[in-house]
């Protein structure tokens, strides 16, 4: 039989037999639709690893010296053996910048959460950094309203402070907060700015913050005298990541006294570590998503299966007569290799439909992005065929080797 016969055939029986259709690709639209949604929403949170999170949170062509890291894979006694480790200085800051290219952006930086009120709002806990050199240029942080902190105000610690966009509408309601006071751990502060809307990481609003300048008595609360939290780094153009990494580790092992066998005391991240941390937890998601999909394929192969050997059962007298007509074996088995395909491919194609949609219906409800892959479209066309071919083998064999006479003389 011909490949497009075998195929109209198939679809023949699937308008006739819609019930028993169902049900037989039930199992496959099942298995398919999650693979896609959750292929979908993995690549979506991983282009938005790479576009969205490491540009906000990391900075592109940055390194940030620090205590710990926040994207290292460690138990929990490494963790603690990091907790124990010489916080970074503020003294740390013109040793390792000096011995980096000139242009070099830096930034020194405290945070902590501290309680914010003002006389228009109840107080609440909330985001502050003390910072000092060229943390705005490195954030690429632009104001809506109002200015960024001058270089002067920086260096004399002049009680202002630049807001995000959910301070100034929490403190100030109806208001224009520019030159209006918010207590920061009920220091009073000069609002100057207010930054333009950063927008969300997974839900969680980045709009919550208030930086003033590391001199000014913030400092004294976010962090102890002379420490820091973070120190970064950004180079000029096309400057060597790994060149200026090496610098930094040898200023800051000169600095500590570490001998060549003892190991580093800091940790130096970039925008490569916060992904490399990310492709950790993506390829086991992947798995994840392509293994528990697959039991709902293992059960629609075993339903295709059984509806194609009930086909068979009913069919023996057609396939009887086909056989008096001169069809070989290997045209009775092709006919419903065919059928099993195509009844399983038309099932994997609503699959992907109806995953497609899925994922686009959670990454409106939730915060998780959804981004189809076309890779997993034309995966999930394949499984469906390649389920339908490996639950119809037997079925397709058996109907081969039925005796034409005995096939004949069935009711």
């Known amino acids: 039989m011909p490949f497009l016969d075998a195929i109209r055939l198939a679809l023949a029986q699937i308008r006739v037999q819609k019930l028993k259709s169902f049900f037989t690709l039930l199992g496959v639209t099942i298995g ?3 693979l896609i949604a959750v292929v979908s929403i993995v690549e979506g949170m991983s282009s938005y690893m790479e576009h969205d999170f490491v540009g906000k949170l990391v900075g592109v062509n940055t390194i940030s010296l620090k205590r710990s890291g926040e994207f290292e894979d460690v138990s929990e006694e490494e963790w603690r053996a990091m907790m124990r480790r010489p916080r970074i200085r503020i ?9 980096l290219p000139q242009g070099t952006l830096w930034s020194a930086e405290g945070y902590d959460n501290v309680p914010m009120s003002s006389q228009w709002a109840k107080p609440a806990n909330l985001e502050a950094w003390a910072v000092d050199g060229d943390y705005f240029k490195i954030r690429e942080l632009k104001v809506d309203k109002g200015r960024l902190i001058t270089s ?3 260096a004399l610690g002049t009680p202002v402070v630049v ?29 100057i700015g207010v930054a333009e809307s950063q927008g969300s990481i997974f839900g969680i609003s980045l709009d919550r913050f208030a930086i003033a300048p590391y001199r000014s008595p913030l400092r004294h609360v976010v962090n102890r005298p002379q420490v820091i939290d973070n120190l970064k780094i950004k180079l000029a153009g096309d400057g060597d990541m790994i060149e200026a990494q090496e610098t930094i ?9 570490l001998r060549a066998s003892q190991p580093d005391n800091f940790s130096l991240e970039t925008s490569e570590s916060a992904l490399k941390f990310w492709n950790d937890i993506k390829s086991k998601l992947v798995i994840a998503g392509v293994i528990l999909p697959a039991i709902g394929l293992v059960v629609g192969a075993i339903v295709i299966m059984n509806i194609m050997l009930v086909a068979v059962a009913e069919r023996t007298r057609e396939i009887g007569i086909r056989k008096a007509l001169g069809a070989r074996r290997r045209d009775i088995m092709w006919q419903f290799l065919v059928e099993a395909a195509t009844l399983s491919t038309v099932g994997a194609m609503v699959g992907i439909a109806t995953g497609i949609v899925l994922s686009q219906v959670i990454a409106a409800v939730s915060p998780l992005p959804a981004s189809v892959a076309p890779w997993s479209i034309v995966a999930g066309v394949i499984v469906g065929a390649g389920v339908g071919i490996v639950s119809g083998i037997y079925p397709a064999s ?5 005796d034409p006479i005995a096939a004949l003389r069935a009711e």
């Open 163 to 191: 807001i995000g966009k959910e301070i100034a509408e929490r403190y100030f309601p109806d208001l224009d907060p520019i030159g209006r006071q918010l207590k920061v751990a009920g220091l009073p502060y000069t609002v």
């Open 398 to 402: 058996r109907a081969s080797r039925l």
């Open 32 to 34: 398919v639709m999650f």
């Open 249 to 257: 580790r040898q200023v800051m092992r000169g600095r500590r006294g």
């Open 152 to 154: 002067q105000e920086m």
């Open 91 to 99: 003294t740390d800051v013109e040793p390792v910048v000096s011995a």
